[in-house]
């Protein structure tokens, strides 16, 4: 049976999807904004409890303030890896020394997450912490807004540096004013990329799919023809 051209662009929305960390200083307008933020509002949610809540930043000053703690969490975090010879391990293949220095750089100095802090706008998601399936359903909402930040040739990552340790997420909370029954999931910075970063590789299917018991291999699937990062 042939694939619907639908489907087809669906699909091809999903394998353009990229990580982008960098943004050229143009607004976004509010149309695509709301169409964005109207994605993430019809995921699924475990028994439509639909516990997302969305806060748009524009105000520079928090949005800079937001850089500032994303870089400082994604800092404490690589450097406990780099302490802890993890770093050496994720980096084991790479054979170049200036290379893995400069990543490491990268990764223990928090550069990796401040780029937040000069995107045009940040969506802050949050979700409410008396629904069970939280976690979930935010995730499956970001999914979606992701999607629709490509689809209208946008750029955008999901960064959850500041939302791990309690004393950045407190921060965050106090900077945006979020209540306590409500947690801050992750932040969406997103703005017009100047270039699109190429593919990442993916796991075949192979590895990953099995036919009805773990580790059965499931006829019929071959690798994917390309990729994108996470």
């Known amino acids: ?5 639908l489907a087809k662009t669906a699909m091809q929305i999903i394998l ?3 990580s982008v960390r960098q943004f050229n200083p143009d607004p976004v307008p509010d149309e695509f904004l709301k169409l964005i933020l109207e994605a993430g509002r019809q995921a699924p949610s475990g028994e439509d409890a639909q516990p997302w809540r969305f806060i748009v930043v524009k105000d520079k000053a928090l949005i800079e303030r937001l850089g500032h703690i994303s870089g400082r969490g994604s800092g404490r ?3 406990g890896e780099f302490l802890t010879k993890k770093l050496d391990d994720r980096f084991k293949s790479l054979e170049d020394a200036a290379k893995r220095e400069a990543i490491y750089k990268k990764l223990t100095s928090g550069q990796v997450s401040s780029f937040v802090g000069r995107a045009p706008v940040v969506i802050a998601v949050c979700g409410k912490k008396d629904v069970w399936d939280m976690p979930y359903d935010t995730s499956a ?3 979606n807004m992701l999607l629709a930040i490509t689809a209208l040739g946008l750029g955008a990552c999901w960064v959850i540096a500041p939302c791990i340790d309690v004393r950045d997420e407190t921060e965050m909370k106090s900077l945006l004013k979020v209540p306590d029954e ?3 999931v992750s932040l969406i910075p997103l703005g017009w990329p100047p270039k699109i970063p190429g593919p990442r590789p993916r796991l075949p299917l192979t590895e990953i799919c099995f036919l009805d018991t773990y580790g059965t291999p499931l ?5 994917p023809g390309g990729g994108n990062d996470a």
């Open 16 to 18: 353009d999807r990229r």
């Open 77 to 79: 975090r690589f450097t």
């Open 219 to 223: 006829p019929g699937v071959e690798a």
């Open 1 to 5: 049976m042939e694939i619907p051209a």
């Open 182 to 184: 409500v947690k801050v």
């Open 141 to 143: 909402a970001m999914e």
